[in-house]
């Protein structure tokens, strides 16, 4: 302590802003004094001793206490210590009890630390931050049962408005059900973990029951059934013409990025991979001597190592002669240190293109959205029977922890290259650039007989009929 002095208002306000924290005390009171920050601002604390531990309550700030109230406080207080009485211990238990949503949410997203994706991160924010905006700054414990029930069927009738970074109020485009219900999911997470975590010395918990249970217990939730759409076997050949063509004029009209897209979701489709996988592939992670590359950070956070079959070498290669030594990212956004991001409008440009010119079959635009190609494999490679583990390990599902089995199982780019090759091969063969194999082999017999004489044609069908059926007789060959 530097130094000591009657407290007074006018001595008080006299104390000039120090270079670091300096503390004065008052010799009418044991255990006060008056603290100066170099910010000029000062601080009534009082200190003493409970059970042998140092313990320092601040009583307020100067001018709002003066001199005589500070006293005051300071002989209430030491009568608080005396009986066993923290006020410390009370405001934090006051402070915890009155933690405002965005202080659970930011707390809730600290103590999973690397275990929630930045991702994840956003869209709680968002989510919370838009439809409940003017609930953030409020106790967690004023928001009620009746309150979740009317905010959720709100966002689902689309009737939320908020303020956006802006400034600008925004209004939901349309109703949403699974955006209600991605809200109440977010607000659910957040309470239970507020709900535990925030407890008195006696481990009571300092909150109401999580009111988001009123979801569940009026069966509120909207179960939006999961999507199904996918691009069907019959409109892979279109898809991938209309593909082609996007890109085409877009490496014509030197559109980098628009090109670089339609190779992005070219992979999507053969690979099975989310958006973001593809879109964040960068050239340290493509092996193209070894014919395989990896994801380092999936979904479910496990890493995964893929084959290149021939179609993705195509593309990488095409890809590595536009941007392999300018760009980090296999898919450059127009900033080339940046992945493309936003392939929305290259999306319109491919479905408008998917209705051929002339249409005398009159067949309408193939809708498409990037997930649907990640669905589109795994239909495909059901159909061509690669086995549940492996199709698992091609699009990175995580296991079940009770399957013993699919722990002992790991499988490297070797041992995924052919099961992808086939699934590959039954795309191309849907989309008509590749043969099925009793085509090719009826393609090479008819070759193979076109222009022979009759007769000779003859004599070939009597031989294999002889050996089919095991006998040697090609009389009726010969006497033709």
């Known amino acids: 302590m530097k130094a000591q002095f009657e407290f007074t208002k006018t001595s008080i306000k006299n104390l000039p802003a120090p270079e670091k924290r300096t503390r004065y005390a008052d010799p009418q009171t044991k255990g006060l004094s008056i603290e100066v920050m170099p910010t000029g601002d000062k601080f009534y604390r009082l200190r003493r001793k409970v059970d042998g531990k140092d313990v320092t309550v601040t009583l307020g700030r100067f001018p709002d206490l003066s001199p005589a109230m500070a006293r005051d406080k ?13 006020p410390n211990q009370a405001r934090r238990l006051h402070s915890q009890a009155s933690v405002t949503l965005v202080e659970a949410l930011e707390e809730y997203i600290a103590s999973r630390g690397d275990r929630i994706k930045e991702t994840t991160r956003s869209q709680y924010r968002a989510v919370l931050g838009n439809y409940s905006q003017e609930w953030m700054r409020q106790p967690l414990r004023n928001i009620t049962r009746e309150r979740v029930q009317q905010r959720h069927t709100a966002i689902s009738e689309g009737r939320v408005t908020w303020t956006n970074s802006e400034g600008r109020r925004v209004e939901m485009r349309k109703s ?12 659910r997470a957040v309470y239970r973990f507020s709900h535990d975590h925030y407890r008195d010395e006696e481990g009571k918990t300092l909150l109401p029951d999580p009111p988001t249970m009123v979801l569940s217990t ?19 050949g279109r898809w991938l013409a209309a593909v082609e063509q996007v890109r085409g004029e877009a490496i014509a009209s030197r559109e980098d990025t628009r090109a ?25 992670r493509v092996n193209l001597g070894g014919r395989y590359f990896w ?51 290259t999306i319109t440009r ?67 290259r052919e099961p992808a090759e086939r699934i590959e091969r039954a795309m191309l063969e ?15 017999l008819a070759a193979l007989v076109e222009g022979m004489p009759e007769r000779d044609k003859r004599r070939l069908l009597f031989e294999l009929a002889a050996k089919l059926h095991g006998t040697d007789d090609d009389t009726s060959a010969s006497n033709d």
């Not at 300071?74 to 923290?86: H, I, P, Y």
């Not at 949403?176 to 607000?187: F, H």
């Not at 991979?273 to 960068?282: K, N, Y």
């Not at 849907?430 to 090479?444: E, F, T």
Request: proline share 6%; net charge positive.
């Open 430 to 444: 849907h989309a008509g650039l590749a043969q099925k194999p009793d085509a090719a082999l009826d393609s090479q």
């Open 350 to 416: 491919i479905v408008a293109a998917t209705v051929p010119t002339p249409n005398p079959d009159g067949l309408k635009p193939i809708a498409f959205a990037c997930h649907d190609a990640r669905r589109t494999f795994g239909s495909v490679a059901e159909l061509v029977g690669v086995g549940t583990y492996i199709l698992k390990r091609l699009m990175n599902h995580k296991s079940k922890r009770d399957d013993v089995t699919e722990g002992y199982l790991s499988f490297s780019a070797d041992e995924l």
């Open 295 to 345: 994801i380092e950070e999936t979904k479910n956070g496990d890493p995964l190592e893929l084959p290149i079959t021939d179609t993705l070498l195509t593309i990488f290669r095409r890809r590595w002669n536009v941007c392999g030594v300018t760009s980090p990212y296999v898919f450059p956004g127009p900033d080339i240190t940046k992945p493309a991001h936003d392939p929305r409008k």
């Open 260 to 284: 670089a897209i339609c190779d992005g979701l070219d992979v999507a489709l053969f690979t099975g991979l989310r958006r973001s996988e593809v879109f964040g592939l960068t050239w340290d």
């Open 176 to 187: 949403s059900k699974a955006q209600a219900d991605l809200w109440g999911r977010a607000l």
């Open 218 to 236: 009026k069966r509120q939730w909207n179960h939006v059934p999961r999507k199904t759409s996918r691009i069907r076997n019959h409109d892979l």
């Open 74 to 86: 300071a002989a209430a207080v030491r009568t608080e210590l005396a009986q066993g009485m923290n």
